[in-house]
């Protein structure tokens, strides 16, 4: 008598393991990409908040030493 369907399904096969451990080690590469381009994506936006503000500070401090020249005249 041949074995089952259901029966065969649920014997897992050295195949079977195998694949289903690439595919959980495939799943985990992919995520930790994910997290790493997640990371440079928010460093990268977070430069340019800091980038702004450095230029408006530098071009303020600026304006500020042509004043304090204008006022010592």
């Known amino acids: ?3 089952s369907k ?5 014997t897992t096969s050295p195949e079977r393991e195998a694949a289903g451990q690439q595919a959980a080690a495939r799943s985990t590469q992919r995520q ?6 997640a990371r440079g994506t928010q460093n990268a936006r ?3 908040k800091t980038g702004a503000r ?3 500070a530098h071009t303020q401090a ?3 030493r042509r ?3 204008r ?3």
């Open 1 to 3: 008598m041949a074995i």
């Open 6 to 10: 259901k029966a065969a399904i649920r």
């Open 32 to 37: 930790k990409a994910t997290g790493s381009a």
């Open 46 to 48: 977070q430069f340019a």
């Open 54 to 56: 450095a230029i408006q």
């Open 62 to 64: 600026r304006g500020q």
């Open 67 to 69: 004043q304090a020249k």
């Open 71 to 73: 006022d010592s005249r």
